[in-house]
Each structure stands twice: as C-alpha cells, then as structure tokens.
C-alpha cells in the first residue's frame, strides 16, 4: 500500500507532499495539469521493486535498484532520457521522490537533469513488494492483447511499459475455489452491464465477449464494454483483490453515462474487498457519481481522500482532503460548469416556470436541464 508521495522538482511540481489512504484516491484537474504523472511516477517505482519479489531472488540493493528504478521511469513515462524528468527551470536541477509504503517501508531516490541511466539510491525497502501493482491506461488492451507482450519485448516499439505489464496482468490464470468468492459479487455488476461474460481462448491467445444471444471477438465490442472488461478480467485474476493497488488513468474516457456509474460502483467494490485504487479525471459526472455511492449505507464508510491539481506561480499546487468539499474541485472544472451555464441559459428557469403556469407544454425530463 502507498502512504505518502513527496517531489521535489518532478516534472512540472516544485514542491508536492501527497498522503493518502487505504481506500479510493481521486486527483482531479484539468487535462496538462500532472495527474497521469503522478499516477505513472509510483506505479514505476512500485512495479520496479515488486517484480523480483515474484521471482524471491534475495532482498533489494541500492546497486540494482538504482537501474531497475531509472530504466522503469524511461519506460513507463517516455522521456527521452531520465533527466528530462527533472522541472524545467534555469541551471542544473535535482528532482527528489520518495514513498511511503505500508509497514514502515520507504524508498527514496534523486536524478539531475543530466542523468541518462541511474538514479542516486537513498532509503530503500528491506524486501520486495509481494504484489506488483496495476496501471490502466486511458485507452483499452484487449483488443491488442494478442502477441502485444511478445512484440514489445522483442522489437522497439513506441508504447508506454506499463501497456505491456497489464497485458502480462489480464493473461494470468483467474482464481477457483474460496479465493475467487471475493471476486464474485465484483464480476456480477460488471457482467451486468458488459451483457456477458469475458473469456480468453488460449489457442489463439483472443479475447471474446460470450453471452446468451452469441460470441463476439472484443474488437467488435464497443470500446466502453471493452475497458469493463478489462476491469473483469483483473478481478477474476486476483490481481485487484487482496491488497492490490490499482492506478486508473480517466476511467470515464469514452464511457457512457450508464457505464460511468457501473464503474464508479466497481472501484469502491474493488476498496471494499481489500484494495487501493487511484483515479485521475477532471469528469464531474464521475465524481457524482463517486458522491451518490457514498451518501448510501454499502460504501459509506469506505476510505476515500481527493486532491485538487492546478496551476500556481510556482509550477503545479496540490490541494488535498478527506472530503471532495475540502479541495474544491469545481474552482478547476471551469470549463463544465460555464457549459452548463451556457445551457441553461437557452432555457432559463423562470422560463420553465411561465410555462408550466400557464400550461404550455414542457420539454422531456431529460431536456429540461
């Protein structure tokens, strides 16, 4: 689990001290505010000492970690080289990160903007983590999920690391037996609204969407369905269960409304059984719809802290809180809320109420705001 994230000099933040929780984490801003560079910077470093945990080879150094950590930076964020990744400002700067993990585990670590390949090792964690965390990109994998490990890992091509990592992630074996019943309930809602149940076929290495009326191969499902699945597919694996960490990356790109609250509903599923979530979006939709769930009994008392990106005179400023309320979130979704003005304002409220005393017609519920 991730407690705390400190920056020094880290892209576009000068200065940043982020504590979160256990539960569901949400950073809200504008698109080129930092938010997918806050989630990919801890999904680097947490994936770069969880991967020899899975193979128990000894205990960490500073001699491998100083390259495991640097070469996951370059891959997963696609600088051109490591000191790229420092703030732009005049002169030789130093960025510094360092993080918290559960039971007094820390990493910290420095580049310069000159660094190429290795980063200075400061605090590092006396084991590996036992689970490697998972990153879902803006855009869905099943559809390229056949043979996109092995291209990646035998030609240069120009996607982001962590693409191949969850490809790796959705071909694992799913659960069976008393370990896959947490998963249960989870895989239900999202099979509800995919209207099937997804299936790899390890012949040909193909996802498929398999329901009553037939069987679809995912790149004729729609692109929403598809990012559910994904969802389903991590579930069913275990990956998202048991104090796994999920980084999600505006889970509400090309979903509908419908589809948005399904997946509102499976994030805090995915808290409630056990696991940490990260989300960035700027979509008032979805965090409405975050708010609805925990007005009710079910998710009311899930673990939940919000921070609010913007733009200041020294880089980027972070806001952050245990409620939505403390970081004032709509101050930064300006461009939603004049939208909304503006339609209002084609039919404004006193309209609506002349019209209904004098009983002219009224426009469908669903046109009236």
């Not at 992630?169 to 037996?177: A, F, N, Q």
Request: with cysteine; charged share 25%; glycine share 10%.
């Amino acid at each position: 689990m991730l407690e705390r994230l400190v920056l020094t000099n880290f892209t576009a933040f000068a200065e940043a001290d982020l504590r979160f929780c256990d539960g569901l984490n949400v950073l809200i801003g504008e698109n080129g505010v930092g938010k997918t560079h806050l989630l990919k910077l801890p999904y680097a470093v947490m994936a770069s000492i969880a991967e020899n945990g899975r193979s128990g080879n000894g205990r960490p150094t500073k001699a491998l970690l100083e390259r495991r950590i640097a070469d996951k930076l370059v891959h997963v964020l696609r600088p051109e080289t490591l000191g790229r990744l420092a703030r732009r400002q005049q002169g030789r700067q130093s960025c510094e990160v360092e993080l918290h993990l559960a039971s007094d585990a820390r990493v910290s670590f420095n580049f310069a903007t000159q660094s190429k390949s290795k980063v200075g090792m400061g605090a590092i964690p006396a084991r590996w983590l036992p689970h490697a965390p998972v990153f879902l990109p803006t855009r869905e994998l099943l559809s390229i999920y056949p043979g996109f490990s092995a291209l990646y890992d035998t030609r240069h091509v120009e996607f982001d690391e962590e693409w191949r990592d969850t490809c790796q992630r959705l071909g694992s074996p799913t659960l069976r037996g008393p370990r896959a019943e947490p998963a249960r309930e989870l895989l239900e809602v999202l099979e509800r609204l995919m209207g099937g149940r997804l299936q790899l076929d390890r012949g040909n290495g193909r996802f498929y969407l398999r329901s009553q009326i037939g069987t679809l191969e995912m790149p004729l499902v729609a692109e929403g369905v598809r990012k559910l699945g994904m969802l389903a597919r991590l579930i069913a694996t275990g990956a998202l269960t048991y104090d796994g960490c999920l980084f999600w990356d505006e889970p509400e790109t090309n979903l509908n409304p419908r589809l948005i609250r399904g997946v509102a509903e499976a994030i805090l599923g995915v808290v409630k059984h056990g696991g940490q979530v990260f989300v960035a979006t700027h979509s008032l939709f979805l965090l409405r719809e975050f708010e609805v769930l925990f007005s009710g009994d079910e998710y009311g008392h899930v673990p939940r802290r919000f921070f609010a990106l913007g733009q200041g005179d020294g880089g980027v400023a972070v806001q952050q809180g245990d409620r939505i309320e403390d970081v004032d979130p709509l101050a930064l979704l300006d461009a939603d809320l004049e939208q909304s003005d503006r339609y209002l304002d084609l039919r404004p409220w006193h309209r609506l109420l002349a019209d209904r005393s004098q009983g002219l017609p009224q426009p469908p519920p669903n046109q009236a705001f």
